[in-house]
């Protein structure tokens, strides 16, 4: 199931193309996609985006889209 939604999610969902500027809280660094809130890791030595990182329960109950 988690391979069919994911697949889906790649062919209709969001396509992160409003990404904020980069945070750094509490040693996290990482920067939030201003259209669905999914957050993804950001590496400050290589100054790109490494990977997206996982939701919290409250963000799944929270999603609108």
């Known amino acids: 199931m988690k391979i069919l939604l994911a697949s ?33 890791k950001y590496s400050l030595s290589t100054m790109s985006i490494e990977r997206r990182l996982p939701r919290t329960p409250a963000q799944t109950m929270l999603r609108v889209a």
């Open 8 to 40: 889906l999610d790649a062919l209709f969902g969001c396509r992160h193309g409003h990404l904020s500027r980069v945070f750094t809280i509490a040693g996290r660094t990482y920067q939030v996609c201003c259209d669905c809130g999914a957050e993804f």
